[in-house]
């Protein structure tokens, strides 16, 4: 650490342990994006999953520096909107937006101060001021990422870690989305062919999806949708790279999933106002510190990702090369911190780690896991089937309490995944 230059507070909850005599060691709580607050984990929603965790020991929440109320890196608009109806369908990451982003955040903040490396050297000293020796990891997408790289620069202060939905230093965001997004696809048409009322309902999905794509063969395509501002029905060109980006974030769960065959019915028959209405309410990006998400990815992933690299893993795929290409643009307009190649390298530990990865997930597909467990000593991969890029349900909560209860990997009981179905297709446009 420079322990120098400007300083920024860093926004910290402390969740106390509800037994009497709570274990030595808490469960530090590590959001996904980049660009998520921990402290969002707070709420309502996630207390299914995370109340569990405080009968034996404190839950800390710490917003990583740039997201949350620790200086965070939030950008007015840069196509996240969707009362910008236009914006939100047009092109990905404008050059002009980014460049206005990137303006706005460096009147208070070095954007090169904001990479995942010095963020865990944060988290350590948070952990020393908290009064904690040894700490667990618990942690979605971009937070197991975050937890490896912690794990990698601090092992002696981790007991365990239970990781869901796994990205790695290695994972080169946004490289793997193309290949992600099509198994999901691929798996959802399965589902659904073997489901008999989606299969009655839509029993051509896939050559309607083809169909709709087709129709960008030549560039853009007018549709109708509802402006948010005068609540009425307009012309709004839509680009296939925000169509097939949409589509992708609509695989991200299997609950969001369950609308696709319908929205994409409605799309062929020339309705997109259902595509509209799940592409708002299926969008984590609204969320996100968007200013922090580019100063990690533009930092340590794009910088890794090579020609190659994009023609073999965006072929044959709906998503294809732009969302790749539109973030590395997005890139050439964003200060980059000195990232070594060596950053990227698979983290080695013998700290006791479980994986947990959904055979559909549209974001981390379970290969990136069964890549990364193979250099933890005591790491254990779970994959569930037809679970996307999710933890819900009380079969994951139970399997996270119960493993950072003892920190053995090889003595949780995972049967319980087998019994994991997706939830039923909706067969009519949601209201």
């Given at each position: 650490?420079?322990?120098?230059?400007?300083?920024?507070?860093l926004n910290i909850v402390v969740v106390p342990a509800l037994g009497a005599t709570p274990?030595?060691?808490?469960?530090?709580?590590?959001?996904?994006?980049?660009?998520?607050?921990?402290?969002?984990?707070?709420?309502?929603?996630?207390?299914?999953?995370?109340?569990?965790?405080?009968?034996?020991?404190?839950?800390?929440?710490?917003?990583?520096?740039?997201?949350?109320?620790?200086?965070?890196?939030?950008?007015?608009?840069?196509?996240?909107?969707?009362?910008?109806?236009?914006?939100?369908?047009?092109?990905?990451?404008?050059?002009?937006?980014?460049?206005?982003?990137?303006?706005?955040?460096?009147?208070?903040?070095?954007?090169?101060?904001?990479?995942?490396?010095?963020?865990?050297?944060?988290?350590?000293?948070?952990?020393?001021?908290?009064?904690?020796?040894?700490?667990?990891?618990?942690?979605?997408?971009?937070?197991?990422?975050?937890?490896?790289?912690?794990?990698?620069?601090?092992?002696?202060?981790?007991?365990?870690?239970?990781?869901?939905?796994?990205?790695?230093?290695?994972?080169?965001?946004?490289?793997?989305?193309?290949?992600?997004?099509?198994?999901?696809?691929?798996?959802?048409?399965?589902?659904?062919?073997?489901?008999?009322?989606?299969?009655?309902?839509?029993?051509?999905?896939k050559k309607e999806f083809d169909a709709v794509l087709a129709r960008f063969e030549h560039?853009?395509?007018?549709?109708?949708?509802?402006?948010?501002?005068?609540?009425?029905?307009?012309?709004?060109?839509?680009?296939?790279?925000?169509?097939?980006?949409?589509?992708?974030?609509?695989?991200?769960?299997?609950?969001?999933?369950?609308?696709?065959?319908?929205?994409?019915?409605?799309?062929?028959?020339?309705?997109?106002?259902?595509?509209?209405?799940?592409?708002?309410?299926?969008?984590?990006?609204?969320?996100?510190?968007?200013?922090?998400?580019?100063?990690?990815?533009?930092?340590?992933?794009?910088?890794?990702?090579?020609?190659?690299?994009?023609?073999?893993?965006?072929?044959?795929?709906?998503?294809?090369?732009?969302?790749?290409?539109?973030?590395?643009?997005?890139?050439?307009?964003?200060?980059?911190?000195?990232?070594?190649?060596?950053?990227?390298?698979?983290?080695?530990?013998?700290?006791?780690?479980?994986?947990?990865?959904?055979?559909?997930?549209?974001?981390?597909?379970?290969?990136?896991?069964?890549?990364?467990?193979?250099?933890?000593?005591?790491?254990?991969?779970?994959?569930?089937?037809?679970?996307?890029?999710?933890?819900?349900?009380?079969?994951?909560?139970?399997?996270?309490?119960?493993?950072?209860?003892?920190?053995?990997?090889?003595?949780?009981?995972?049967?319980?995944?087998?019994?994991?179905?997706?939830?039923?297709?909706?067969?009519?446009?949601?209201?």
């Open positions: 650490m420079a322990r120098s230059g400007r300083k920024i507070s274990a030595p060691d808490p469960v530090f709580w590590l959001e996904g994006g980049p660009g998520g607050a921990a402290t969002d984990a707070t709420g309502p929603v996630s207390q299914n999953y995370l109340r569990g965790l405080r009968g034996e020991r404190d839950v800390v929440f710490v917003d990583q520096r740039g997201t949350g109320e620790s200086n965070p890196l939030k950008c007015d608009d840069i196509g996240d909107d969707p009362a910008n109806v236009d914006a939100y369908f047009g092109k990905l990451f404008p050059a002009l937006l980014i460049r206005t982003c990137r303006e706005q955040l460096e009147r208070f903040a070095d954007l090169t101060r904001y990479s995942t490396t010095v963020a865990m050297d944060d988290l350590d000293e948070v952990r020393a001021a908290l009064g904690y020796d040894r700490i667990n990891l618990a942690g979605a997408s971009y937070g197991t990422q975050a937890a490896q790289v912690y794990i990698r620069q601090h092992p002696d202060h981790v007991r365990s870690a239970f990781l869901a939905g796994v990205a790695t230093p290695g994972f080169r965001l946004p490289l793997p989305f193309a290949r992600a997004a099509q198994n999901a696809w691929e798996r959802l048409l399965a589902d659904c062919a073997a489901d008999p009322a989606c299969r009655d309902a839509f029993p051509n999905v560039g853009s395509i007018q549709v109708t949708m509802i402006d948010p501002a005068t609540r009425t029905s307009r012309p709004v060109t839509l680009e296939r790279e925000a169509f097939v980006e949409h589509v992708r974030l609509m695989l991200y769960s299997t609950f969001a999933a369950r609308f696709l065959p319908v929205v994409v019915h409605q799309a062929f028959l020339g309705d997109f106002l259902p595509f509209q209405k799940l592409a708002v309410r299926f969008d984590p990006g609204g969320a996100l510190a968007r200013g922090m998400y580019f100063s990690v990815t533009c930092s340590e992933d794009v910088p890794f990702i090579t020609e190659q690299d994009i023609v073999a893993e965006t072929r044959g795929t709906f998503l294809g090369d732009r969302r790749v290409r539109a973030h590395q643009a997005a890139c050439q307009e964003w200060p980059r911190a000195d990232v070594p190649r060596a950053f990227t390298e698979p983290v080695r530990s013998d700290v006791p780690v479980v994986m947990y990865s959904g055979e559909a997930d549209g974001a981390t597909p379970p290969w990136i896991a069964e890549d990364a467990v193979r250099f933890f000593t005591s790491g254990r991969q779970i994959t569930v089937p037809h679970a996307g890029h999710q933890i819900d349900g009380p079969c994951g909560w139970n399997l996270m309490q119960a493993f950072l209860r003892t920190a053995s990997a090889g003595q949780l009981d995972a049967a319980c995944v087998g019994n994991i179905r997706r939830p039923p297709f909706a067969t009519e446009v949601p209201r």
